[in-house]
Protein backbone atom coordinates (compact mmCIF):
# COMPACT_ATOMS: atom_id res chain seq x y z
CA UNK A 1 0.00 0.00 0.00
CA UNK A 2 1.70 3.53 -1.25
CA UNK A 3 1.86 5.97 1.65
CA UNK A 4 2.26 9.68 -0.02
CA UNK A 5 4.10 12.03 2.21
CA UNK A 6 4.19 15.52 1.78
CA UNK A 7 8.27 14.61 1.00
CA UNK A 8 6.45 12.98 -2.02
CA UNK A 9 4.75 15.69 -3.00
CA UNK A 10 7.58 18.12 -3.09
CA UNK A 11 9.91 16.16 -4.98
CA UNK A 12 7.47 15.14 -7.65
CA UNK A 13 7.76 17.35 -11.37
CA UNK A 14 4.73 19.79 -11.37
CA UNK A 15 3.42 22.64 -13.17
CA UNK A 16 1.71 25.73 -12.20
CA UNK A 17 -0.44 26.74 -15.45
CA UNK A 18 -2.32 29.63 -13.36
CA UNK A 19 -0.75 31.99 -11.12
CA UNK A 20 -1.01 35.81 -10.88
CA UNK A 21 2.14 37.69 -10.64
CA UNK A 22 0.65 41.01 -8.89
CA UNK A 23 -0.85 37.73 -6.17
CA UNK A 24 1.91 35.68 -5.82
CA UNK A 25 5.03 38.33 -4.74
CA UNK A 26 6.78 37.62 -1.30
CA UNK A 27 5.52 39.27 1.08
CA UNK A 28 8.81 40.65 2.38
CA UNK A 29 9.44 41.93 -1.03
CA UNK A 30 5.75 43.94 -0.96
CA UNK A 31 7.77 45.83 2.23
CA UNK A 32 11.09 46.15 0.94
CA UNK A 33 9.60 47.83 -2.34
CA UNK A 34 7.46 49.65 -0.71
CA UNK A 35 9.71 51.53 1.67
CA UNK A 36 12.34 51.33 -1.13
CA UNK A 37 10.08 53.49 -3.32
CA UNK A 38 8.01 55.32 -0.25
CA UNK A 39 4.66 53.63 -0.61
CA UNK A 40 2.73 53.71 2.65
CA UNK A 41 1.75 50.18 4.00
CA UNK A 42 -1.11 49.84 6.24
CA UNK A 43 2.39 47.64 8.51
CA UNK A 44 5.50 46.88 7.38
CA UNK A 45 5.76 44.13 9.80
CA UNK A 46 5.42 40.73 7.53
CA UNK A 47 3.03 39.10 10.07
CA UNK A 48 0.95 41.65 10.45
CA UNK A 49 0.36 43.11 7.20
CA UNK A 50 -0.44 39.86 6.46
CA UNK A 51 -3.17 40.12 9.16
CA UNK A 52 -4.45 43.23 8.02
CA UNK A 53 -4.61 41.83 4.83
CA UNK A 54 -6.75 39.22 5.40
CA UNK A 55 -4.19 37.01 3.57
CA UNK A 56 -4.67 33.38 3.49
CA UNK A 57 -8.03 34.14 5.39
CA UNK A 58 -11.78 33.09 4.36
CA UNK A 59 -13.29 36.44 2.08
CA UNK A 60 -17.14 36.74 1.70
CA UNK A 61 -16.66 36.93 -2.14
CA UNK A 62 -14.04 37.03 -4.90
CA UNK A 63 -14.45 40.82 -5.37
CA UNK A 64 -13.54 41.13 -1.91
CA UNK A 65 -10.32 38.79 -2.45
CA UNK A 66 -9.52 41.24 -5.22
CA UNK A 67 -9.12 44.10 -3.12
CA UNK A 68 -5.88 42.97 -1.97
CA UNK A 69 -4.23 43.34 -5.38
CA UNK A 70 -4.59 46.96 -4.80
CA UNK A 71 -2.23 46.63 -2.20
CA UNK A 72 0.37 44.73 -4.16
CA UNK A 73 0.02 46.97 -7.47
CA UNK A 74 0.74 49.77 -5.63
CA UNK A 75 4.99 49.00 -5.80
CA UNK A 76 4.27 46.98 -8.94
CA UNK A 77 4.84 50.17 -11.05
CA UNK A 78 8.34 50.04 -12.64
CA UNK A 79 10.91 47.95 -14.40
CA UNK A 80 13.34 46.41 -11.27
CA UNK A 81 10.09 45.90 -9.55
CA UNK A 82 8.27 43.85 -12.35
CA UNK A 83 11.86 42.16 -13.00
CA UNK A 84 12.32 40.85 -9.10
CA UNK A 85 8.84 39.76 -8.60
CA UNK A 86 8.42 37.68 -11.78
CA UNK A 87 12.28 36.03 -11.26
CA UNK A 88 11.32 35.27 -7.33
CA UNK A 89 8.24 33.92 -8.47
CA UNK A 90 9.92 31.69 -10.90
CA UNK A 91 12.42 31.06 -7.97
CA UNK A 92 9.61 29.81 -5.59
CA UNK A 93 8.45 27.12 -7.62
CA UNK A 94 11.86 25.90 -9.02
CA UNK A 95 12.77 25.43 -5.27
CA UNK A 96 9.65 23.54 -4.97
CA UNK A 97 10.31 21.42 -8.60
CA UNK A 98 7.38 23.33 -10.50
CA UNK A 99 8.99 22.89 -13.77
CA UNK A 100 7.02 24.78 -15.70
CA UNK A 101 4.79 27.83 -15.00
CA UNK A 102 2.99 30.37 -16.71
CA UNK A 103 2.42 33.64 -15.37
CA UNK A 104 -0.41 35.97 -15.89
CA UNK A 105 -1.46 39.55 -15.08
CA UNK A 106 -2.70 42.39 -16.84
CA UNK A 107 -0.06 44.58 -17.87
CA UNK A 108 -2.79 47.94 -18.13
CA UNK A 109 -2.65 47.58 -14.12
CA UNK A 110 1.28 48.81 -13.78
CA UNK A 111 0.95 51.73 -16.10
CA UNK A 112 0.89 53.92 -12.94
CA UNK A 113 4.00 55.57 -13.05
CA UNK A 114 4.24 55.73 -16.89
CA UNK A 115 5.54 52.38 -18.10
CA UNK A 116 4.62 51.33 -21.73
CA UNK A 117 2.83 48.08 -22.41
CA UNK A 118 5.82 46.45 -24.36
CA UNK A 119 8.28 47.11 -21.10
CA UNK A 120 5.70 45.78 -18.69
CA UNK A 121 6.38 42.79 -20.84
CA UNK A 122 10.08 43.07 -21.25
CA UNK A 123 10.60 43.48 -17.34
CA UNK A 124 8.15 40.61 -16.51
CA UNK A 125 10.23 38.08 -19.60
CA UNK A 126 13.87 39.62 -17.75
CA UNK A 127 12.83 38.23 -14.91
CA UNK A 128 11.48 34.72 -16.21
CA UNK A 129 14.83 34.31 -18.14
CA UNK A 130 17.30 35.20 -14.72
CA UNK A 131 15.13 31.91 -13.16
CA UNK A 132 15.49 29.84 -15.82
CA UNK A 133 19.25 30.71 -16.06
CA UNK A 134 19.69 29.55 -12.85
CA UNK A 135 17.11 26.84 -11.73
CA UNK A 136 16.04 25.61 -15.32
CA UNK A 137 12.53 26.63 -14.95
CA UNK A 138 10.64 26.78 -17.91
CA UNK A 139 7.83 29.49 -18.49
CA UNK A 140 5.86 31.70 -20.39
CA UNK A 141 3.41 34.71 -19.68
CA UNK A 142 -0.18 34.82 -20.19
CA UNK A 143 -1.25 38.59 -20.75
CA UNK A 144 -5.25 38.74 -19.06
CA UNK A 145 -7.93 41.56 -20.20
CA UNK A 146 -10.21 42.30 -17.39
CA UNK A 147 -13.20 41.82 -17.25
CA UNK A 148 -14.30 45.06 -15.99
CA UNK A 149 -12.99 47.20 -18.46
CA UNK A 150 -13.76 48.60 -21.92
CA UNK A 151 -13.77 46.18 -24.60
CA UNK A 152 -11.40 48.21 -26.36
CA UNK A 153 -8.79 48.03 -23.54
CA UNK A 154 -8.63 44.41 -24.31
CA UNK A 155 -8.22 44.24 -27.71
CA UNK A 156 -5.24 46.82 -27.32
CA UNK A 157 -3.99 43.69 -25.18
CA UNK A 158 -4.55 41.32 -27.40
CA UNK A 159 -2.66 43.43 -29.39
CA UNK A 160 0.23 43.36 -27.21
CA UNK A 161 -0.14 39.42 -26.86
CA UNK A 162 -0.09 38.65 -30.17
CA UNK A 163 3.59 41.32 -30.64
CA UNK A 164 4.91 39.02 -28.07
CA UNK A 165 3.83 35.97 -29.16
CA UNK A 166 6.79 33.52 -29.58
CA UNK A 167 8.37 36.34 -27.49
CA UNK A 168 7.75 35.21 -24.59
CA UNK A 169 4.04 35.61 -24.54
CA UNK A 170 2.09 32.08 -24.59
CA UNK A 171 -1.53 33.37 -24.51
CA UNK A 172 -4.40 35.62 -23.02
CA UNK A 173 -7.06 35.61 -20.68
CA UNK A 174 -9.87 37.12 -19.02
CA UNK A 175 -10.08 37.88 -15.41
CA UNK A 176 -11.72 40.15 -12.94
CA UNK A 177 -14.95 40.09 -11.15
CA UNK A 178 -17.59 37.79 -13.17
CA UNK A 179 -20.59 38.99 -12.00
CA UNK A 180 -22.07 41.90 -14.33
CA UNK A 181 -19.35 41.64 -16.97
CA UNK A 182 -20.06 38.89 -19.60
CA UNK A 183 -17.36 37.41 -21.35
CA UNK A 184 -19.16 38.22 -24.45
CA UNK A 185 -18.55 41.58 -24.21
CA UNK A 186 -14.79 41.26 -24.91
CA UNK A 187 -15.65 38.45 -27.59
CA UNK A 188 -13.62 40.67 -30.35
CA UNK A 189 -10.45 40.77 -28.59
CA UNK A 190 -11.14 36.84 -28.30
CA UNK A 191 -11.50 36.53 -32.17
CA UNK A 192 -8.46 38.43 -32.56
CA UNK A 193 -6.73 36.34 -30.53
CA UNK A 194 -7.73 33.36 -32.22
CA UNK A 195 -7.10 34.67 -35.85
CA UNK A 196 -3.38 35.20 -34.36
CA UNK A 197 -3.37 31.43 -33.48
CA UNK A 198 -2.60 32.25 -29.90
CA UNK A 199 -4.04 30.16 -27.42
CA UNK A 200 -6.60 31.65 -24.73
CA UNK A 201 -7.92 30.79 -21.22
CA UNK A 202 -11.03 32.63 -19.21
CA UNK A 203 -11.95 32.80 -15.84
CA UNK A 204 -15.07 31.35 -15.55
CA UNK A 205 -17.39 29.48 -13.24
CA UNK A 206 -15.59 30.55 -10.04
CA UNK A 207 -18.32 32.94 -9.07
CA UNK A 208 -20.41 32.98 -11.63
CA UNK A 209 -22.71 29.73 -12.84
CA UNK A 210 -22.14 27.48 -15.63
CA UNK A 211 -23.68 29.98 -18.06
CA UNK A 212 -20.16 31.77 -17.55
CA UNK A 213 -18.47 28.75 -18.97
CA UNK A 214 -20.74 28.71 -21.57
CA UNK A 215 -19.83 32.41 -22.92
CA UNK A 216 -15.50 31.23 -22.20
CA UNK A 217 -16.06 28.42 -24.44
CA UNK A 218 -18.23 29.71 -27.14
CA UNK A 219 -18.23 33.29 -27.83
CA UNK A 220 -14.31 33.19 -26.80
CA UNK A 221 -13.23 30.23 -28.09
CA UNK A 222 -11.20 29.67 -24.69
CA UNK A 223 -8.94 26.57 -24.97
CA UNK A 224 -8.48 26.12 -20.81
CA UNK A 225 -10.79 27.11 -18.35
CA UNK A 226 -9.89 29.07 -14.80
CA UNK A 227 -11.56 27.57 -12.46
CA UNK A 228 -14.77 25.94 -13.65
CA UNK A 229 -15.99 25.46 -10.02
CA UNK A 230 -19.58 25.47 -11.23
CA UNK A 231 -19.49 23.42 -14.50
CA UNK A 232 -20.62 20.69 -12.40
CA UNK A 233 -24.36 22.48 -12.66
CA UNK A 234 -24.86 21.57 -16.06
CA UNK A 235 -24.10 18.53 -17.14
CA UNK A 236 -24.30 19.16 -20.72
CA UNK A 237 -21.55 21.55 -20.95
CA UNK A 238 -19.22 19.20 -18.79
CA UNK A 239 -19.52 16.29 -21.62
CA UNK A 240 -18.73 18.98 -24.00
CA UNK A 241 -15.42 19.95 -21.92
CA UNK A 242 -14.65 16.42 -21.26
CA UNK A 243 -15.43 15.56 -24.88
CA UNK A 244 -13.27 17.92 -25.99
CA UNK A 245 -10.50 17.35 -23.59
CA UNK A 246 -10.35 21.30 -22.38
CA UNK A 247 -8.39 21.61 -19.19
CA UNK A 248 -9.98 22.86 -16.03
CA UNK A 249 -7.11 24.90 -14.17
CA UNK A 250 -8.80 24.40 -10.81
CA UNK A 251 -7.51 26.65 -7.53
CA UNK A 252 -8.24 24.57 -4.65
CA UNK A 253 -7.21 27.11 -1.57
CA UNK A 254 -8.20 29.96 -3.74
CA UNK A 255 -11.59 28.50 -4.29
CA UNK A 256 -12.44 28.47 -1.32
CA UNK A 257 -11.17 32.05 -0.05
CA UNK A 258 -13.36 33.89 -2.50
CA UNK A 259 -16.15 31.48 -1.60
CA UNK A 260 -16.39 29.57 -5.12
CA UNK A 261 -16.96 26.64 -2.96
CA UNK A 262 -18.35 26.79 1.04
CA UNK A 263 -16.26 24.16 2.53
CA UNK A 264 -13.15 22.20 0.68
CA UNK A 265 -15.14 18.60 1.08
CA UNK A 266 -17.67 19.80 -1.58
CA UNK A 267 -15.21 20.94 -3.89
CA UNK A 268 -15.85 18.90 -7.70
CA UNK A 269 -12.16 18.29 -7.86
CA UNK A 270 -13.06 13.98 -6.99
CA UNK A 271 -15.81 14.52 -8.97
CA UNK A 272 -14.17 15.71 -12.14
CA UNK A 273 -11.47 13.45 -12.13
CA UNK A 274 -13.90 10.29 -11.45
CA UNK A 275 -15.76 12.03 -14.38
CA UNK A 276 -12.90 11.83 -17.07
CA UNK A 277 -12.28 15.58 -17.33
CA UNK A 278 -8.70 16.97 -17.69
CA UNK A 279 -8.01 18.69 -14.36
CA UNK A 280 -4.57 20.75 -13.51
CA UNK A 281 -3.89 21.43 -9.85
CA UNK A 282 -2.78 25.42 -9.42
CA UNK A 283 -2.36 28.38 -7.05
CA UNK A 284 -4.04 31.13 -8.29
CA UNK A 285 -2.01 33.39 -6.25
CA UNK A 286 0.93 32.10 -3.94
CA UNK A 287 0.45 35.43 -1.16
CA UNK A 288 -3.38 36.52 -1.59
CA UNK A 289 -4.14 32.78 -0.65
CA UNK A 290 -1.21 31.99 1.00
CA UNK A 291 -0.10 28.87 -0.61
CA UNK A 292 2.51 26.97 -2.55
CA UNK A 293 1.82 24.13 -5.49
CA UNK A 294 3.13 21.29 -3.45
CA UNK A 295 0.40 22.66 -0.99
CA UNK A 296 -2.18 22.55 -3.46
CA UNK A 297 -1.16 18.59 -3.93
CA UNK A 298 -1.35 17.95 -0.09
CA UNK A 299 -4.53 19.32 0.44
CA UNK A 300 -6.37 17.57 -2.57
CA UNK A 301 -4.94 14.33 -1.36
CA UNK A 302 -5.57 15.65 2.62
CA UNK A 303 -9.47 15.88 1.33
CA UNK A 304 -9.57 13.48 -1.30
CA UNK A 305 -7.58 10.58 -0.70
CA UNK A 306 -5.61 10.87 -3.81
CA UNK A 307 -4.17 7.40 -4.77
CA UNK A 308 -0.32 7.63 -6.19
CA UNK A 309 -2.02 7.03 -9.99
CA UNK A 310 -4.07 9.69 -9.34
CA UNK A 311 -1.76 12.16 -8.35
CA UNK A 312 0.38 10.97 -11.35
CA UNK A 313 -2.50 11.60 -13.59
CA UNK A 314 -3.23 15.39 -12.19
CA UNK A 315 0.96 15.75 -12.51
CA UNK A 316 1.03 14.83 -16.46
CA UNK A 317 -2.79 16.39 -16.97
CA UNK A 318 -0.65 19.94 -15.96
CA UNK A 319 1.96 19.30 -18.62
CA UNK A 320 -0.26 18.22 -21.16
CA UNK A 321 -2.22 21.39 -20.98
CA UNK A 322 0.35 24.04 -21.32
CA UNK A 323 0.84 26.45 -23.59
CA UNK A 324 3.61 24.69 -25.39
CA UNK A 325 4.43 23.32 -29.18
CA UNK A 326 3.59 19.63 -29.05
CA UNK A 327 6.80 18.66 -30.23
CA UNK A 328 8.38 20.05 -27.34
CA UNK A 329 5.52 18.89 -25.01
CA UNK A 330 6.37 15.79 -26.24
CA UNK A 331 9.58 16.04 -25.50
CA UNK A 332 9.37 17.40 -22.35
CA UNK A 333 6.71 14.85 -21.04
CA UNK A 334 8.92 12.11 -21.44
CA UNK A 335 11.66 13.81 -19.02
CA UNK A 336 8.22 14.36 -16.94
CA UNK A 337 7.43 10.73 -17.02
CA UNK A 338 11.28 9.39 -16.28
CA UNK A 339 11.54 11.85 -13.78
CA UNK A 340 8.23 10.93 -11.56
CA UNK A 341 9.72 7.50 -11.83
CA UNK A 342 13.08 8.30 -10.47
CA UNK A 343 11.01 10.11 -7.36
CA UNK A 344 8.72 7.90 -6.87
CA UNK A 345 11.00 4.98 -6.75
CA UNK A 346 12.96 6.72 -3.75
CA UNK A 347 10.12 7.16 -1.88
CA UNK A 348 9.42 3.34 -2.72
CA UNK A 349 5.79 3.79 -4.23
CA UNK A 350 4.72 2.58 -6.95
CA UNK A 351 1.49 2.37 -9.57
CA UNK A 352 -0.96 0.08 -8.12
CA UNK A 353 -3.32 0.00 -11.42
CA UNK A 354 -0.26 -2.01 -13.26
CA UNK A 355 0.57 -3.93 -10.07
CA UNK A 356 -3.22 -5.04 -9.90
CA UNK A 357 -2.87 -6.16 -13.97
CA UNK A 358 -5.65 -3.24 -14.87
CA UNK A 359 -6.37 -2.94 -18.30
CA UNK A 360 -3.94 -1.17 -21.17
CA UNK A 361 -6.61 1.53 -21.75
CA UNK A 362 -6.15 2.44 -17.88
CA UNK A 363 -2.91 2.54 -17.86
CA UNK A 364 -2.48 4.77 -21.03
CA UNK A 365 -5.47 7.05 -19.02
CA UNK A 366 -2.75 7.89 -16.24
CA UNK A 367 -0.42 8.80 -19.06
CA UNK A 368 2.13 5.38 -20.04
CA UNK A 369 1.60 6.69 -23.30
CA UNK A 370 3.06 10.15 -23.03
CA UNK A 371 0.35 12.06 -24.90
CA UNK A 372 -2.74 9.45 -24.99
CA UNK A 373 -5.19 12.43 -25.24
ZN1 LIG B 1 -7.04 33.50 -11.27
Do not use: W
Not at 109 to 125: D, F, R
Not at 208 to 215: F, L, M, T
Not at 340 to 366: C, N, P, T, W
Amino acid sequence: MNKITDAFLHDIPKTDLHVHLDGSMRIETLIELAQERNIPLPSYEPQHLKELLNIGGIHENLESYLRVFDTTLKVLQDEDALTRTAFELAEDAALENCRYIEVRYSPVLHQKNGLSLPVIVESVAAGLRQAKRKYGIMSGQIICALRHMPPQTSLRLAELAVAFKNKGVVGFDLAGGEMNNPADKHAEAFRFIRKNNLNSTVHAGEAYGSRSIHQAIHDCNAHRIGHGTRLRENGDLLNYINDHRIPLEICLKSNVQTAAVDAIENHPLKFYMDFGLRVTLNTDNRLVTDTTITDEYKLACQVFHLTYDEIKRLVLDGFKSAFMPFRKKREVMRLVLEEFEQVSQKHGLHSEVEARGISRYAIDRIGEDPMPD
